[in-house]
């Protein structure tokens, strides 16, 4: 038993130093050998195919960290991220056991041929990824990986008719330059690792897959969603208390000679929001958003309030010793039982009833309006 136990200790020792002694036996000169014989016919601008017919298979898949940047004004998406593909090259494969167990070496991207990958949709100079290390590691088996990355900076088309409700699809598109989908396949793994979003904007989903017509190329999807919350606590919350408070106008006296400055100070406060609102969206006249035209419709509405009040006010006053009556009934001034008091009076209550009703005609009106638009940006 214990000559056994000795024998496969001594069996397993001089396996491990032999296998070790094998790798450790790689030279310089077996290297630049291996170097030398797989280049001494390489031509790059070939494809790696002995049949030329056939398409170079590109595995690829996409990894994002983060969004760093995503501005509907300037219609642009920035990603950090990375691509992760690989292909086989047919002229590049040897035996390991022939090269004293080489298993990989590494090549210059010159004297090589690899995918010249672009970004399809980029804004600002068009530009091809570039191979920063300027060498690529090749297997025995001929599988070459390459991991380029940076910070992407895409193009996206942003429909905002229902800002702040709106989901955006948004999509990175890589091409190979010069090649066809004829003559090189990408063959996508569509897990992308997990994105993050901003803190306005969440992902909501991930795509990834090849491009079928065309050039060679993959297209990577994100769904964006956009957190509303901001925008309703900013902006939408304080639009419907003001458009609220404006409606209190006709509860205000005719006497107090407040009505007319207080409609004009809500009026304002209208345009201030209007002009807010363009300044943080793009000037697109294909697509307005819902939300811009619930503001002008809001000063529409206080507009008209403001000349109801303005012939209101018209009506109530005197004209010199005398009180109009066209609005609120003819009187005799002749009558003496029909003092200057009693015509004041039933101004008063002419008045007051009638602001009653545009009080309650023109809640029903901006109710109208409000629910109209928040179904059109929620639904």
Request: glycine fraction near 6%.
């Amino acid at each position: 038993m214990f000559c056994a136990d000795n024998l496969f200790l001594w069996i397993t020792f001089h396996l491990l130093i032999s296998r070790s002694s094998g790798y450790n036996n790689v030279t310089a000169s077996n290297v630049t050998s291996l170097r030398k014989a797989l280049l001494r016919n390489y031509d790059p601008y070939l494809r790696p195919r002995e049949q030329q017919s056939d398409p170079v298979i590109i595995r690829a898949s996409f990894g994002t960290k983060r969004f760093n940047d995503i501005s509907e004004k300037e219609g642009k998406v920035s990603l950090l991220g990375y691509l992760v593909i690989s292909w086989n090259d047919e002229f590049l494969v040897w035996d390991k056991e022939n090269h004293s167990n080489i298993e990989d070496i590494v090549l210059k991207t010159n004297d090589i041929w690899w995918p010249t990958i672009a970004l399809a949709n980029p804004i600002g100079n068009f530009k091809t990824l570039q191979n920063h290390y300027g060498v690529f590691r090749v297997q025995s088996t001929g599988v070459i990986n390459w991991s380029p990355g940076g910070l992407f900076s895409v193009t996206c088309d942003m429909v905002l008719e229902k800002y702040p409700f709106d989901t955006q699809i948004c999509d990175v598109v890589f091409v190979v330059l010069g090649f066809s989908t004829d003559e090189v396949i990408f063959k996508v793994n569509p897990d992308i690792l997990e994105v993050h979003g901003t803190t306005e904007w969440d992902v909501v989903n991930t795509q990834m897959f090849a491009i079928s017509e065309g050039k060679a190329g993959l297209t990577i999807r994100f769904t964006l969603q956009r957190k509303s919350h901001f925008v309703v606590l900013t902006v939408i919350s304080p639009l419907s208390l003001l458009s609220f408070l404006n409606l209190f106008v006709f509860l205000i006296p005719v006497e107090s000679g407040e009505k007319t400055s207080f409609g004009m100070t809500t009026f304002l406060a209208y345009s201030i929001y209007l002009s807010s609102l363009g300044a943080s969206l793009p000037d697109d006249a294909t697509h307005s958003p819902y939300m811009t035209m619930y503001v002008e419709f809001l000063m529409i509405l206080s507009v008209v309030i403001m000349a109801v009040i303005i012939v209101q006010t018209r009506c109530f006053y005197y004209h010199g010793k005398h009180l109009l009556t066209c609005c609120y009934g003819h009187t005799k001034e002749d009558n003496p039982l029909f003092s200057v008091e009693n015509k004041e009076r039933s101004s008063g209550k002419t008045a007051a009833n009638s602001d009653r009703i545009l009080f309650v005609c023109f809640f029903f009106i901006l109710g109208s309006i409000s629910l109209y638009f928040f179904a059109k940006m929620t639904l």
